[in-house]
């Protein structure tokens, strides 16, 4: 608020405020610091009752159309990524700086205290004693925390916890810089799913977004091998990628991805997430031992297998996989079922198909982050908690002494905390033997 | 049943003993009846933290060895344990009468929920991966700090609408202190709470922040009680409008700690197990 003052009884009208001085008032104004934080919270409470980033689908079979059509237009389905969710954070970093900028300039601009208040003042105090028979630099020397801020004829000023002042900028800069980091990420960072097979050597993986787009690294990532712990009760106790970063075809760096523990490479992360399985099946066609995966094909001569379907149990009489071939220039889909012996062989153009066994084979996911925004971050949540720590529990008083005859006045004043500071107040009046 | 589970259900009935003490002191108003009931909150607190002790070591003995923080019956547990913890520390601006009655009451009704609601698993489950982390004792220690402290704020806020006789709760100026000062206590530690979270996040997740339920309604939270720091200190707000905020504030913490479990599904999902 720009306050106007006019020189009083002249009869002449404040000047008006310029327009400039009207939009900066406007967006330094603590209303709208309050607008904002309680748009940022009803907007995220939206956030999670409405489903964030589902697919079309999922949205229609919970809203109508029409429903659905307003959602999508105001972005009520991705609101934390929404333009006008971004608006609104941009006004909050403006609006917190406009109102701590000023205050800070002020407050480096203040004079150190230069004379102790006149009697009056004292007087006015509410907290003071006289001590009685002591001169003015034994009563000061046994204040033990407190720093002389001002010395001279008319008494002495002992000052403490003024770097509690500080607090309040350090928080307000902290939120700055944490959500400068968040856009930061936002902007130039990136994160996708990476799915690499045992053996599988990839330098590329999926951006999630609105499109999924391919996205190169400079490096490849190769699964050595990968591991999965289970507890008795059949529930993951660890799970982890064994893996190799290669640049320009060579191995750099040879690591264990954990779960809690991923491999940073240059700035990007690599996170083990989750893992799945894919069922493999062992053939013995004709005598020769066949590895092969669903929905592939094995060709040798005529003979042509292809897997269509894999079933963990096929009525009961456990798993099996359903396979398409051309017998006689017919085609025919048969399933081969592994624990059951007669229907586990069967001849193909002259040929004997045996299914030996069907094994789990794992795949790993990972998941590739790069964000080069979190340090920003990380040092707005460390100021965050020191400011905190120093703005609520490092408080600014002062003490004036004065020379009284007979003895030594004190007085006492906090800027924050009075009645934490009535109670020091009461014990160095019986440290100085005045109680 | 694990010998940590009979413990605890037995700390359960000292908190209702406890409720029944208050009754028998307002009854009678007799200074003695107080006195009892101060030693057997002491008992009732150190039972209940060898309750919890006798889990943590159960675990170990179990081969799993974790700290009982990790969900839904634990959880409860501990949140009483807090309460109880900063009923005693705070002795000297807290302890009166009906402060320590309803901070009890409260401590036994989460206690009956954990110990005998038949949706509340009591088993010592194992950790799934993205639980196995050092920051998890960090996360939920500061996040239940700051619970037990809104709390008592939400408790002193609500003390300080209705009038009570001398003696029975802190006079009007104490409870104004009180419901403030606990926001200066539980807001940095909401916050510790959620920075944690956040860092923990990143290792574990890939990402700080996720927009999941939990991590959105404990940021609306934060936000409300910052607004509640700058109508106090900016404002200069008291009396029954900080009092009034203060009890909001209250709701959000128990929507975020209980509804998000219940009503929203996410990340946190193995807190509602």
Redesign the interface.
């Known amino acids: 608020m720009t306050a106007t003052k006019s020189n009083g009884g002249e009869g002449q009208a404040p000047p008006s405020p310029s327009f400039s001085d009207q939009i900066h008032s406007f967006f330094s104004s603590?209303s709208l610091?309050?607008f904002l934080?309680?748009f940022?919270?009803v907007a995220?409470?939206f956030?999670?009752?409405i489903r964030?980033q589902a697919s079309p689908q999922e949205y229609l079979s919970v809203y109508s159309e029409s429903t659905y059509a307003i959602l999508s237009f105001l972005r009520l389905d991705d609101i934390?990524h929404s333009w006008w969710f971004m608006l609104v954070i941009g006004l909050l970093v403006v609006n917190l700086v406009l109102c701590t900028l000023p205050r800070f300039t002020r407050l480096l601009k203040t004079p150190p205290i230069s004379k102790v208040p006149d009697r009056k003042a004292l007087d006015a105090m509410g907290l003071r004693f006289t001590v009685q028979g002591k001169k003015l630099d034994d009563v000061s020397g046994m204040l033990r925390g407190y720093k002389t801020a001002h010395t001279g004829e008319d008494g002495r000023v002992l000052e403490r916890g003024s770097f509690g002042r500080y607090g309040f900028y350090m928080v307000h800069l902290s939120i700055i810089l944490i959500l400068v980091g968040?856009l930061i990420g936002l902007l130039f960072g990136f994160?996708g799913p990476l799915i690499l097979n045992k053996g599988e050597t990839k330098n590329a993986f999926m951006v999630r977004g609105s499109v999924m787009k391919s996205q190169p690294m400079s490096f490849s990532l190769k699964l050595n091998e990968f591991t999965l712990a289970l507890?008795p009760?059949g529930?993951?106790?660890?799970?982890a990628s064994d893996v190799e970063v290669i640049e320009d075809g060579k191995t750099v760096l040879r690591r264990t991805i954990?779960?809690?523990?991923?491999l940073s490479y240059k700035g990007i992360?690599v996170?083990?997430?989750s893992y799945g399985s894919n069922p493999r099946f062992l053939f013995d066609v004709g005598g020769q031992k066949v590895e092969l995966g669903q929905g592939s094909v094995y060709k040798k001569g005529n003979l042509q297998l292809l897997l269509v379907r894999y079933e963990k149990s096929v009525h009961n009489f456990g798993p099996g996989v359903q396979v398409t071939y051309l017998q006689d220039g017919e085609p025919q889909t048969q399933w081969f079922l592994r624990d059951v012996p007669k229907l586990r062989e069967r001849t193909v153009m002259g040929t004997p198909v045996r299914l030996e066994n069907i094994k789990d084979e794992f795949y790993t996911g990972l998941?590739v982050?790069y964000?080069p925004g979190?340090w920003v971050?990380?040092t707005g949540?460390a100021l965050?908690?020191f400011g905190?720590?120093v703005n609520?529990f490092i408080y600014h008083r002062r003490l004036y002494l004065v020379e009284v005859p007979g003895g030594v006045q004190v007085a006492g004043v906090a800027f924050r905390n009075r009645?934490g500071f009535k109670e020091e107040f009461e014990k160095l009046k019986g440290r100085l033997g005045c109680s | 049943m694990f010998l940590s589970n009979k413990i605890l259900a037995i700390v359960t009935f000292l908190y209702l003993f406890l409720f029944f003490i208050h009754l028998i002191y307002f009854a009678t108003k007799r200074e003695k009846v107080l006195g009892f009931m101060w030693i057997s909150l002491y008992t009732t607190f150190g039972l209940h933290t060898v309750g919890l002790i006798a889990r943590w070591v159960e675990s170990y003995q179990m081969s799993i060895g974790r700290a009982p923080l990790t969900n839904f019956y634990e959880s409860l547990i501990f949140y009483s344990w807090c309460i109880a913890f900063l009923l005693i520390v705070m002795k000297k601006r807290l302890g009166f009468p009906l402060m320590t009655m309803f901070a009890s009451l409260i401590a036994l009704a989460f206690m009956g929920y954990a110990s005998f609601s038949p949706s509340v698993d009591k088993n010592i489950q194992p950790l799934v991966p993205a639980l196995q982390s050092n920051w998890l004792h960090i996360h939920v220690f500061t996040c239940f700090i700051a619970y037990a402290a809104f709390a008592a704020s939400f408790l002193a806020a609500l003390f300080s609408l209705f009038n009570f006789g001398k003696g029975v709760v802190p006079p009007k100026e104490t409870l104004e202190e009180v419901n403030y000062r606990s926001v200066v206590v539980g807001f940095p530690m909401l916050s510790a709470g959620i920075l944690t979270g956040a860092v923990w996040a990143h290792y574990a997740w890939g990402s700080y922040w996720s927009w999941d339920p939990k991590e959105t309604w404990s940021l609306i939270t934060w936000i409300f009680y910052a607004l509640f720091l700058h109508a106090r200190f900016a404002r200069g707000w008291k009396g029954r409008r900080i009092a009034i905020l203060s009890i909001i504030g209250f709701i959000s913490v128990i929507f975020t700690y209980f509804g998000v479990n219940f009503i929203l599904s996410g990340l946190h999902s193995y807190g509602s197990a």
């Open positions: 603590v610091t309050i934080f309680s940022i919270a995220s409470i956030g999670t009752l964030q934390f968040g994160r507890y009760t529930e993951p106790k660890d799970f954990r779960v809690n523990d991923p992360h996170y083990q997430s998941e982050a964000d979190v971050v990380w949540f965050i908690l905190l720590y609520f009645e």
